[in-house]
Nanobody, 120 residues
Framework: QVQLVESGGGLVQPGGSLKLSCAAS????????MGWYRQAPGKQRELVAG???????AYGDSVKGRFTISRDNAKNTVYLQMNSLKPEDTAVYYC??????????????WGQGTQVTVSS
């Protein structure tokens, strides 16, 4: 089993910044991809950003130029730096990780979610 623990959410004013963190733990052999998704009330879950073990990143169109994803492979941790936040960024943000367990079985895990609210 792999556990993902997110932190860093909260309330911020429009134009402000937040940094989310997600740490993976468990019997992990390696993590191939890590990413952040979000889900706003009444909307489907959408990809915010993803990053491979090699550091190749991809972003959703709505966050390009404002959000930056990074990871620390030694700590099995992924980060999401969010700048120039807008009210429409308000959502529950979920961390996702895919990789291999020490048994060589594949895993795909989700975090419990962290609330980000952008409001004045």
């Amino acid at each position: 089993q792999v556990q993902l623990v997110e932190s860093g959410g909260g309330l911020v004013q429009p134009g402000g910044s937040l940094k989310l963190s997600c740490a993976a733990s468990g019997s992990i052999l390696g993590i191939n991809a890590m990413g952040w998704y979000r889900q706003a009330p009444g909307k489907q879950r959408e990809l915010v950003a993803g990053i491979t073990a090699a550091g190749n990143a991809a972003y959703g169109d709505s966050v390009k130029g404002r959000f930056t994803i990074s990871r620390d492979n030694a700590k099995n941790t992924v980060y999401l730096q969010m700048n120039s936040l807008k009210p429409e960024d308000t959502a529950v943000y979920y961390c996702n990780a895919k990789g291999l367990l020490s048994t060589s079985a594949e895993f795909a895990s989700w975090g419990q979610g962290t609330q980000v609210t952008v409001s004045s």
